[in-house]
């Protein structure tokens, strides 16, 4: 785990530093790319219309069984071929890392909500949001836009930053590829329409169970970071309406985060919204905080996530300096 844990602590440096740039992956083809491809392939073959829907619930079980085992032996190769090759290896496991986790793609697409609002007003948001939510734009006012941004970077915190760092600390290579292929799966398969009810089941209860540490964990990192960029009472506020509101959310995880952020910045987040067409009910979380989020929230929301990214690897830091004291 030692080995774990100082790569980790590079790959979220070496992430918040440059990120996901642009340019390398016009070039190549990014590994979750290749994820959504092996998926969409089991989902043609394995997922056809006329078969009943007990045999596409099996055939789902099968797809993500096949998938993740996949997924764990790649790692495992991987990491043994990067061992052979000494610091050159250990600095590829690192870049490796380093591309699954998303804190500052993460923070860089937020910005620009926060960015276009202020440059080119609703045009500007809508356009911006557009590129980090499912919702239709089209529906949404400033401060909705607003919402949908705070949302996005919260739950994203928990699943596309913390949970990778988890799963790599504790399994290495195999538990970060397996992870991405569940979470790619399930935000491909995992939905409740009439295609996927049955067939994405295993996917969506699986990804579920593997983000339930990252996404408690996510709302102690979130007041820690309000801490730092917004005082002891934001802090304070985090962890109560995190804890108070995390249930209201129809996900047994993505509660967590957002109502840590609801808290720290004393908004109301979630709600009622629409997501192609359909008009998802939902209570608000933080329903006492300030209805209208402005562009000022988004803009505290991204300090509250750098520095909860902050926190993040100082843990890391912290464990490895016990693990080798130990």
Not at 98 to 113: C, E, G, P, R, W
Not at 190 to 215: C, I, M, Q, T, V
Not at 295 to 316: H, K, P, R, Y
Request: glycine share 10%; net charge neutral; proline share 4%.
């Amino acid at each position: 785990m030692i080995g774990n844990l100082f790569v980790l602590v590079l790959a979220l440096l070496a992430d918040r530093l440059v990120g996901d740039p642009p340019w390398l992956w016009r070039r190549l083809p990014h590994p979750v790319v290749l994820f959504g491809k092996a998926i969409a392939g089991m989902d043609g073959w394995l997922n056809r219309p006329d078969f009943l829907a007990r045999t596409r619930r099996r055939n789902g079980v099968v797809t993500i069984v096949v998938l993740l085992a996949a997924s764990v032996v790649a790692g495992i190769v991987l990491h043994a071929a990067f061992a052979r090759l000494g610091l050159f290896g250990a600095l590829a496991e690192i870049i490796l890392v380093a591309v699954f986790l998303a804190q500052k793609s993460l923070a860089d697409h937020v910005a620009a909500v926060a960015s276009g609002l202020r440059r080119d007003g609703l045009a500007g948001g809508r356009r911006a949001v557009s590129m980090i939510v499912g919702r239709d734009p089209e529906t949404l006012d400033e401060p909705a836009v607003c919402r949908a941004a705070l949302e996005s970077l919260a739950e994203n915190f928990s699943d596309g930053v913390v949970a990778p760092a988890l799963w790599y600390a504790v399994f290495g290579l195999p538990g970060l590829l397996a992870y991405k292929m569940l979470n790619t799966a399930d935000s491909m398969i995992g939905h409740k329409s009439e295609k996927y009810l049955d067939f994405g089941w295993a996917s969506a209860r699986l990804d579920d169970l593997a983000n339930w540490p990252a996404a408690r964990f996510s709302m102690l990192l979130l007041a820690a970071g309000a801490w730092l960029a917004a005082g002891r009472d934001a802090a304070s506020n985090a962890l109560r309406i995190g804890l108070r509101d995390s249930g209201l959310h129809r996900s047994p995880n993505s509660g967590w985060p957002e109502a840590a952020m609801a808290g720290a910045l004393d908004v109301q987040l979630t709600g009622p919204r629409i997501y192609g067409g359909i008009k998802v009910s939902e209570p608000m979380m933080n329903g006492a905080g300030r209805a209208a989020a402005s562009v000022g929230d988004v803009e505290t929301g991204i300090a509250i996530f750098n520095g909860a990214c902050s926190v993040l690897a100082c843990c890391a830091v912290a464990l490895l300096a016990l693990f080798l004291v130990i």
